[in-house]
């Protein structure tokens, strides 16, 4: 597992942050497409049989399709950094980071003005803990001072 230091995790999170958005914005656009052919088969259903233009049918679900490989490609291209991303929708994501001989977790939720928090693997978002001079003292990371 890739670690990262306060600093490194705090240089790459414009990156991230903008891996993040293409990401929402991929998931979001395949949500409108899905939303459509969603409602096409209710419409279906509800009349019982309706004429339908399959050819943009077709078109739909190669958008979709897209849209989603996207998605999945920019979370890939985040995960490769060695970033975690834990919630999509909120924009949570996680640093791994080592402090003393164990492994933690840098957090930052999107609309944050930075890496401010961190919490243990088994701690999640809600353990969520305020990076202090104690921690970076244990993971030999700068003072905001210096």
């Known amino acids: 597992m890739k670690t990262f230091t306060l600093d490194e995790a705090q240089a790459l999170l414009p990156v ?10 991929a998931r979001d656009e395949a949500g409108k497409v899905e939303n459509a052919l969603q ?11 309706i004429r339908v233009d399959v050819g943009m049918v077709a078109r739909q679900r190669t958008e979709l399709e897209a849209h989603m490989e996207r998605m999945r490609e920019t979370l890939a291209e985040i995960d ?8 999509l929708e909120k924009g949570l994501i996680d640093f791994p ?18 890496i401010e928090f961190w919490h243990s693997l088994d701690g999640g ?14 993971t030999n990371s700068k003072s905001r001072l210096n």
Do not use: Y
């Open 16 to 25: 991230v942050e903008a891996l993040l958005v293409r990401a929402t914005e």
């Open 39 to 49: 409602e096409l088969n209710r419409r279906i259903h509800l009349s019982g049989g």
């Open 80 to 87: 490769e950094i060695g970033v975690q991303v834990k919630d």
């Open 97 to 114: 980071c080592k402090m003393e001989e164990q492994i933690v977790l840098l957090c930052w939720k999107r609309g944050e003005p930075a």
């Open 125 to 138: 978002f809600s353990g969520r803990q305020a990076i202090d001079e104690p921690f970076r003292k244990r």
